[in-house]
């Protein structure tokens, strides 16, 4: 991938994720077993999760799974369905009126191929969401996608890829299947 980041495994950086990792995942474990309707409490851990309140018109319905939060930025009018994933190391934005289906995993880093190297780093890149997008239930997008305004990631489509704006992408490698 082209805008690919690589960060060494045991350097002061990656303890530093390290730690906010433990710290995502204790903040997301309270939210999950929050009453859905306590209000109050989901938008101060969802503060807490990200680092700034969450936008007023967008909507997360728990559960809810982050490994970072602090890079995680969301527009205005976000839909994200139930038991979502959100691996935002590497940073995952997402535009105005973009709707994630439930159980969509969006992933920002990886590990090299190479076997020798697998074990001493991480590679990865961010996530770009235009506006008006739908990720179908069960997606899953990879590291350093983008994926244009208008689009639709089809239900179980795995993108490795950019997408195109005002398109649809199917499959276990999406791929475009039209434009509009």
Known sequence: MSSERR???HSPEFRAMAERVLRATELT?????????????KEALFERILGRPLPESATIYPPFYTDH?????LAERVFI??????????GIRLAERVMVGPRATFI?????VDPGERRGWLTGGPIDVAENVWIGAGATILPGVSIGRDAVVAAGAVVAEDVPAASLVTGGKATVRRQW
């Open 7 to 9: 960060l060494r495994i």
């Open 81 to 90: 369905n139930q038991n979502c994933t959100f691996l935002d190391y590497a």
């Open 29 to 41: 474990s309270r939210l999950n077993v929050l009453p859905f309707d306590d209000e109050a409490g």
């Open 69 to 73: 939060g602090f890079r995680l930025d």
């Open 108 to 112: 920002t880093v990886s590990h090299p």
